[in-house]
């Protein structure tokens, strides 16, 4: 039976396998890939290419400066792709009497003939019964056609599947393996077009059930998910094989608890699955499905009535994700976290976790905000070792008997010891110190430059916390300013040391000379004898300080340890007090998570003073707002990783620590730089659309089920529709009497129900009013409210609309209907020269093979390394292998001029061509990105004679260079003088010699008159100007009436493949540079020298520290 129903599964998957329907349904992680379709088979032909006629042209919408972007161009559709039907079928279960005569599964098939076969799966294979509509007749029909494999069985009895399914197999050949290999995570598209929905008896049976995919034929049929991925983080991990294999399976049980959990969110909320507590209030169920436990992220029982109700219930499960993940990043043998995943799905977030203890177990943390504390020894110490790499600092707090607790964690950190014998922790929401920029505190005053900025700012919810991100660089900072303090102290030291060396030498002297003479009286003795003493007593104490700094050196040079004498002490005192360390003695900088909890009190006698503890906190928060906004907006001026989009730019303020609560401060900031407008659009619109969203999230929660579609497109339209929106159930109404209406798009579902109809009572004005005051509460900002991006609304929401184009400008029409909506899915949170370039390239392959092992084929580190070997490769002359590895990587992310160096024009414009679209759809045209892009397709279009066209493009990449890298950047000489060649090229030599001037005047001002590029440029020049003069000459020829004067034709020399390929290589920074095998050997013993000198100096710091740290 399980082989049966494996086997019809393959043959399914096989039929659907070219339908794109589940990739837009977001089914068994399928994605979309449009490559084979925008180069039209280009890039994966294998044999060589026939000299052809490059089409050049590209859509109106793609050039510069066009106000057309068309959104059905997102998801290009090949005239032929419409996939060749074969055959529809459905399956039923034998009854028990046929069991016995090994029946496995009964077929009901249609053929393309329409032809109707009922097929009998048994243990030899499939064969035709005599079953009909009306009667049940499991006999072998006659003939039978018994085969071993359905698909044989349905070539036999369908001349027509025979014909169809050569072709599906023929164009299932063509397409690359990634485009049918499928995601590691479920991805969804925003956009889809209208679906045929076809009878699939597989796609029914899943829908309806609580496995994925093949779960059902796996020995144990339910999957203990928690055991599972303990089991594989306790895999041995010595060696790098047996690392690979542990990396591999976590990876792979944690990819398929996303997947179960997701699954069993939308089954909860769909209505699929019975509450555990069915006599409770909606808000307030809990939920079991395929051993996950679900809640709802709502304050059920006043929890967190302190800390801001639902707002903080709603941020909980964020923090307590967080947490998890960075305890599962120290991956510390014998600490275990529960598997937790955060699902956001039609208004209510969910947290799944693996179902858990009840709260009597445990053994450490509390339950209760702290009035009942526990401790576990063991506990303490696995919670210590994380906490060094956590930065937590180990804390006394006192229970409702006045009795001292340790605890190693924040009090809300619970531990259980699970029937497993394993040591778990939950309840992590806590695990990071609090911001205080966010906490209003009584008789807690911030520094000034903070108040300056407009902190501190009440927030929502009282959970505010810092990242880890941000921790980790402020400890890096004060561990610098106090190497630097301490260093600047002990360098003092040697100063005077050397002074009272030279003041000792310049006396001896002297007094050698004074007894030669020997001519001084009595008096002037008498005065020498009282220097003398002074010189003396000077001597000893500067004896003393050498004897001390001797030590010092000796301690920090050979790591004896000495004691340390008073001064040195001091010296540690005063940089440990300097940069806030917690001791006086050593560098020890950890935070305390419990430190402004409510409720919390501590015992200061058996801890650090409390006033240290949070001075550090606020000098973090301070940290963040001083160093890490205004680093960052510096970072994003050398637009070296400029952000595309809001999660881009999310992710970069991520990564240096500053959260998102923070975006309208630096909104803000970005909007006092001009060159960084493009990003403050980012921002701005990243800032309108959060608060959208969590308007949105309510208004759903509001909705019946029958009106979801009908509610969703009357909130888009009170969002973006600049005309007056009526009410959609009023308009219900009104349309009962008017028949015209009913013919009309978007006309209404006449089984909506009106019962709860509050949602369409949202108006534009209403939507705004709430839009500001979320602006003004939640981001601490009220900017520019024009700016948004449609497809980051719908990315956020889970939105799917219908695939046409939209008309924002229409003032009488409304912008979207009830039809265009066409599904909600759920939103998850998981968290040089030839010989260098070998080495390089083998140790990228290197990665690449441990990611693919640890990952599998689909994942974006993968794609990032397959495009680094690409690059490699093209830097090395392998043109071909470049094409290979970059055609993999663009089926992640997007070809570049690769295709162009191995003489595939059309397949490098079209690609260009693409990512320009995608760009411009993402951000717009202001951009750095887009000038980069202008830039390649220029330069393309040049080579091919295309000049009228590529100068299009280069005239905006130079306006561009000018707005974001300045009108005297390196960039925008280059640019200059690539449109200089191409007017050159079309014979305006007047244009291009004042082009070439002003490239000139900026490597001259930049790089001086004697480099290379100046020297070029000089040259250019004179080419130019002497080819002006022959041509002005003519012309004066031909308007003085000279007999036989004509213009001279224009010579014009088509670039050749290496000079294009050479400005290619420029703009997008791919330098070669010619290095002897002498000049190699000399670099590596250079790397040598300097290696060996930074070891010895970590060594002296280390036996510095040692010597600091017993003392």
């Known amino acids: 039976m399980r082989e049966a129903r494996i086997h019809v599964r393959h043959v399914r998957d096989l039929l659907k396998s070219l339908d794109p329907a589940d990739a837009y349904n977001g089914v068994e992680c399928n994605s979309l890939s449009f490559l084979n379709t925008i180069t039209q088979g280009d890039v994966l032909e294998k044999k060589k290419m026939r000299p052809e006629s490059v089409d050049c042209t590209p859509p109106d919408y793609i050039m510069p400066d066009s106000k057309d972007r068309p959104l059905t161009a997102l998801q290009p559709q090949l005239k032929d792709q419409k996939v060749p039907q074969c055959i529809k079928f459905g399956v039923e279960p034998p009854p028990g009497f046929r069991k016995l005569h090994g029946d496995l599964m009964y077929l009901y098939v249609v053929t393309l003939e329409d032809k109707h076969y009922h097929i009998s799966a048994c243990s030899r294979g499939f064969y035709i019964n ?8 499991p006999k072998h029909a006659s003939p039978s056609h018994l085969c071993h494999s359905l698909i044989e069985l349905l070539n036999q009895i369908s001349p027509q599947f025979k014909r169809n399914f050569s072709t599906l197999q023929k164009k299932r050949s063509q397409r690359h393996p990634f485009e049918r290999v499928t995601t590691p995570y479920q991805l969804y598209a925003w956009t889809s077009p209208i679906l045929e929905h076809t009878l699939d008896a597989i796609r029914a049976e899943d829908t309806f059930s609580s496995k994925l995919g093949y779960e059902e034929h796996i020995p144990g049929q339910t999957r203990d998910w928690n055991e599972e991925l303990q089991t594989t983080r306790e895999l041995p991990r010595k060696t790098l094989p047996e690392r690979l294999l542990r990396e591999r399976a976590i990876f792979k049980v944690h990819s398929d608890f996303v997947a179960a959990a997701t699954r069993g969110a939308m089954a909860v909320i769909d209505g699929n699955v019975m509450a555990i507590n069915p006599g409770e209030e909606a808000k307030m169920q809990m939920f079991i499905w395929n051993n996950i436990f679900f809640s709802l992220g709502f304050d059920v029982r006043d929890h967190y009535k ?7 219930a709603l941020v909980a499960p964020r923090n307590d994700l967080q947490g998890v993940h960075v305890y599962s990043a120290v991956d510390l043998p014998g600490l275990y976290t529960l598997g937790t995943v955060v699902i956001d799905y039609r208004g209510p977030l969910f947290r799944g976790i693996l179902e858990r203890e009840q709260e009597q177990s445990v053994v450490y943390g509390s339950i209760d905000f702290g009035k009942t504390v526990l401790s576990h020894p063991k506990y303490l110490d696995l919670l210590n070792k994380a906490g060094q790499q956590l930065k937590i600092l180990p804390h006394h707090v006192l229970n409702d008997k006045e009795e001292p607790v340790e605890l190693c964690s924040s009090v809300e950190c619970k531990g259980i010891i699970g029937n497993d014998g394993r040591h778990y922790i939950l309840d992590l929401l806590r695990t990071f110190p609090p911001d205080v920029n966010f906490l209003k505190l009584e008789g807690e005053e911030l520094t000034k430059e903070v108040k300056a900025l407009g902190f501190p700012i009440e927030h ?12 980790d660089s402020f400890v890096d900072s004060r561990y610098m300013m106090f190497i630097k303090y301490a260093a600047y102290h002990l360098q003092q030291l040697n100063l005077r040391k050397n002074e009272e060396n030279k003041n000792r030498k310049a006396l001896e002297e002297k007094s050698e000379v004074d007894e030669n003479k020997n001519i001084e009286n009595k008096e002037e003795e008498n005065s020498k004898d009282k220097a003398k003493e002074k010189d003396d007593n000077e001597e000893k104490k500067s004896q003393l300080e050498e004897a001390e700094a001797k030590k010092i050196v000796e301690s920090i040079t050979d790591g004896s340890k000495l004691e340390l004498e008073e001064s040195t002490k001091n010296i540690v005192r005063t940089a440990s007090i300097a940069v806030g360390s917690l001791k006086d003695t050593e560098f020890d900088i950890r935070f305390n998570p419990d430190v402004y909890s409510p409720g919390i009190r501590h015992s200061e006698s058996l801890d650090p003073q409390l006033t240290k503890q949070r001075q550090l906190v606020k000098d973090a928060a301070e940290f963040l707002l001083t160093v890490q906004i205004p680093t960052f907006i510096r970072d994003c001026l050398d637009h070296s990783s400029a952000p595309m989009d809001g999660f881009t730019l999310s992710e970069a303020m991520h990564n240096r620590g500053i959260n998102i609560r923070y975006l309208g401060k630096v909104t803000n900031l970005l909007a006092k730089v001009k060159q960084l407008e493009y990003l403050h659009s980012i921002a701005a619109s990243e800032l309108v659309l959060r608060s959208a969203k969590h308007i949105f999230t309510v208004y759903l929660q509001g909705c019946e089920m029958m009106n979801l579609a009908v509610a969703t497109a009357h909130f888009l339209n009170c969002f973006l529709y ?19 209406r009913n013919k009309r798009r978007g006309r209404p579902n006449p089984l909506s129900c009106i019962d709860n109809n509050e949602w369409a009572n949202l108006t534009p004005k209403t939507l705004w009013a709430q839009l500001k005051a979320e602006l003004k509460s939640y981001l601490t900002t009220s900017c520019c409210l024009t700016m948004w991006k449609r497809q980051s609304f719908c990315l956020k929401t889970g939105l799917q609309i219908l695939l046409r184009d939209y008309n924002f400008e229409s003032k009488n029409k409304l912008i979207f209907y009830e039809e265009d909506i066409l599904n909600i899915f759920p939103i998850g949170k998981i968290k040089s020269n030839r010989v260098t370039s070998r080495a390089g390239y083998e140790l990228i392959s290197e990665a690449l093979n441990l990611l693919n092992n640890v990952y599998g084929a689909m994942h974006p580190e993968i794609a990032q390394c397959l495009r680094m070997i690409a690059r490699l490769n093209y830097i090395m002359g392998d043109h071909g292998e470049a094409m290979a590895y970059q055609q993999k990587a663009v089926l992640m992310h997007i070809l570049r001029y690769i295709a162009f160096a191995n003489s595939q024009v059309s397949t490098a414009l079209k690609l260009l061509y693409r990512a320009r679209y995608l760009a411009v759809i993402v951000c717009g045209e202001n951009h750095p990105e887009v000038a980069l892009l202008d830039s390649n397709i220029s330069l393309i279009l040049h080579a091919v004679g295309e000049y009228e066209l590529s100068l299009r493009f280069l005239e905006k990449a130079l306006a561009l260079n ?13 640019s200059y003088h690539l449109v200089a060649r191409t007017q050159s090229c079309m014979g305006n030599f007047r244009s291009a010699l004042n082009n070439e001037k002003e490239a000139y005047a900026i490597y001259k001002q930049q790089l001086g008159e004697n480099h290379d590029k100046t020297k070029e440029s000089s040259e250019c020049l004179k080419h130019l100007t002497q080819q002006a003069v022959v041509l002005q000459k003519k012309m004066n020829e031909i308007y003085t009436g000279k007999n036989g004067a004509a213009l001279p034709p224009i010579q014009i020399q088509p670039p050749s493949m290496g000079s294009v390929l050479e400005m290619l290589n420029v703009i997008n920074g791919i330098l070669f540079v010619q290095i002897s095998q002498e000049d190699i050997e000399n670099f590596k013993a250079e790397i040598e020298k300097r290696q060996l000198s930074e070891e010895s100096e970590e060594q002296e710091e280390k036996t510095a520290l040692e010597a600091v740290e017993s003392h």
């Open 130 to 137: 005599q079953s009909t509509a009306e009667e049940f007749n």
């Open 722 to 740: 600049s005309g007056p929106v009526a009410n959609p159930v009023q308009g219900q109404e009104e349309s009962k009497n008017n028949k015209k």
């Open 460 to 471: 929502k919810h009282k959970l505010c916390c810092l990242r880890q991100e941000l921790i």
């Open 306 to 312: 302190e800390l801001g109700g639902d707002a903080a």
């Open 962 to 974: 000018i707005k974001y890298y300045g009108a005297k950047s390196l960039k925008v000489a280059v």
